[in-house]
């Protein structure tokens, strides 16, 4: 529904904060990205302390405020926002379908900037608008030039269960926390917190000079920590067990069983409980699965993404592609995403190279590039034999992940349609507009669980897609209620559709959910 994430793209700002700055959003949605711009730290939190969401204790203020800087704070900078590249009505990422949709809908917004702006030519490629890469000089600024990659936008979700670095990597020069593709994402210290330092660096700057004070403002201490808090809120804030959950869906329950069973699959080992994290130790590893060397992209000098490492370093010093000469910086090592979240936001792997479905991703650990690297033969070491597993389990395990992530994006929607439900019971009619955007959010999760599940050949689940469509209906008609009795009745009976729906996929598969995914 490209219409209706695109309406919500122009982010309507937090009700508290923008009666606090005294304006109304432009069509543009620039004068309230100004205005909310303009508040100080202290403005934020006293706004975010008469937001309803705050009043009714569905949020804490602090994560309402770190919210409102993350969506609408530019730093002074070229009018991004984290916003921007982390949009919450796409999975807080990019992909071409919504490049595409914005740039109809709105071919001047920041995103763009790189087109508008002559001093910001080479802040982005044309891989943006073809593939949805950014561009990212993660080795350092020193040579624009030549020590740049093209990266996938990682969405934000669940990194309060991601981040924790495994020791198996080694202990020491290493980051605070795994951020970013290559795991080394973040300046100083390394962690999520400075990461927003990095993020406004290389994303919101005036002028490729990148001077702090000139071409955009650095974050405060209290910013930093109001924005972390934040995005640590975001989406699940727990691992599943996947040897309790028992699916409805045969062939999807047999992908289960797949995923965990090293004669088969073997994908336990690396994404424990469909996660981020090593089964070993519970914490997230950097590996060398082979991605470095699958169809990718390089900058104009052919230097290529070496992932994890490069800092510091003149010349390249790693043989991305097994070519026999030096063409890239880093180790070869790539930081482990969770999958829970995968078959919603394609493409895969750091440079977007496979895809857009999720049996593209499970087929890659079938190939050449998978058997022969560093981690394919750790795992042939460690059971005696290469990974092999026929065609038909591609099947099963993409119909199971497809199950997880269908089960999440319900989880989330009806969290949302839950607290529109509070609202509209203690307030009524009074900043009814937040009620509105946390029932378009729901609906947008609506559509990527109706998305996933619809599998031309044989689609899960049936009668939940049925059950979820009668679910859009009545938020349609909550949403246009003009009076709060009406939108009650409407959201009632949108929760009891979504959770028929969820009760289709199984048992046991328990999301805790962080209070972050209510902000906007």
Same mark, same amino acid.
């Given at each position: 529904? &490209? ?23 432009? *069509?543009?949605?620039?004068? @309230?990205? #100004? ?18 969401? /705050? ?41 071409? &379908? ?11 917004? *920041? ?58 990597? =080694? ?14 994402? #973040? ?11 990095? =993020? ?11 001077? *702090? ?28 067990? %996947? ?8 062939? #999807?329950?047999?992908?289960?069983? #797949? ?9 336990? /080992? ?7 994290? @090593? ?10 699965? =082979? ?54 936001? &394609? &493409?895969?792997? @750091? ?19 998978? +058997? ?23 099947? +099963? ?36 507009? /937040? ?15 109706? +998305? ?15 059950? %979820? ?52």
């Amino acid at each position: 529904m &490209p219409s209706r994430k695109l309406s919500s793209l122009i982010l309507a700002p937090l009700t508290a904060v923008a009666l606090l700055a005294s304006c109304a959003p432009s *069509p543009e949605g620039e004068h @309230h990205n #100004a205005a909310s711009s303009a508040l100080s730290v202290r403005d934020r939190l006293k706004a975010c302390e008469r937001d309803p969401r /705050v009043v009714a204790g569905l949020v804490t203020r602090e994560i309402c405020a770190g919210a409102d800087i993350f969506f609408r704070e530019t730093f002074e900078g070229n009018g991004r926002t984290c916003g921007s590249c982390h949009p919450v009505e796409n999975n807080f990422t990019l992909d071409v &379908p919504f490049i595409d949709a914005l740039l109809d809908s709105n071919p001047l917004d *920041p995103l763009f900037i790189f087109e508008q702006e002559p001093e910001l030519t080479d802040l982005e490629t044309f891989e943006l608008k073809a593939n949805a890469l950014v561009r990212e000089n993660v080795d350092g600024f020193e040579d624009l030039d030549r020590k740049y990659v093209m990266r996938g936008v990682q969405h934000t979700l669940s990194l309060a269960t991601t981040i924790a670095p495994d020791p198996a990597n =080694g202990t020491t020069d290493v980051p605070r926390q795994r951020t970013g593709w290559s795991g080394d994402g #973040a300046p100083g210290d390394g962690s999520l917190r400075q990461f927003l330092t990095g =993020g406004i660096t290389q994303h919101l700057p005036k002028d490729l000079g990148r001077e *702090p004070g000139v071409a955009f403002r650095l974050p405060t201490e209290q910013e930093l920590d109001l924005v972390l808090a934040y995005q640590m809120s975001l989406g699940r804030t727990n691992e599943l067990d %996947l040897t309790k959950i028992k699916l409805a869906d045969p062939e #999807a329950n047999e992908g289960r069983l #797949a995923f965990l069973d090293p004669n088969r699959g073997r994908c336990n /080992v690396c994404h424990s409980n469909a996660g981020a994290n @090593h089964m070993d130790t519970g914490r997230n590893r950097n590996l060398d699965t =082979g991605t470095r060397t699958a169809p990718g992209t390089n900058d104009a000098f052919g230097v290529f993404d070496g992932g994890y490492g490069g800092k510091g370093k003149a010349e390249p010093d790693f043989d991305v592609l097994d070519l026999k000469f030096l063409n890239g910086y880093g180790d070869g090592t790539f930081n482990v995403p969770p999958i829970i979240e995968a078959v919603d936001t &394609p &493409p895969f792997f @750091h440079s977007n190279a496979f895809g857009p479905d999720i049996e593209g991703a499970v087929h890659y650990y079938t190939l050449s590039f998978f +058997k022969n690297s560093p981690a394919g033969k750790e795992l042939e070491k460690r059971f005696g034999s290469p990974i092999a597993f026929p065609d038909s389990d591609i099947i +099963k395990i993409g119909r199971f992940l497809r199950v997880l992530n269908a089960a999440f994006n319900l989880d989330l929607a009806r969290q949302r349609l839950d607290a529109a439900q509070v609202l509209a019971l203690r307030f009524r009619d009074t900043q009814a507009d /937040v009620q509105r955007r946390l029932m378009e959010l729901a609906e947008v999760e609506i559509d990527d669980a109706v +998305k996933v599940m619809s599998i031309p050949t044989a689609p899960l689940h049936p009668v939940a897609i049925d059950r %979820l469509r009668l679910a859009k209906a009545e938020i349609a008609a909550g949403v246009e209620a003009t009076r709060w009795s009406l939108r009650l009745a409407r959201l009632s009976a949108a929760i009891a559709r979504v959770q028929n729906a969820r009760d289709q996929f199984g048992s046991n598969i328990t999301y805790r959910l962080g209070k972050g995914n209510l902000m906007y």
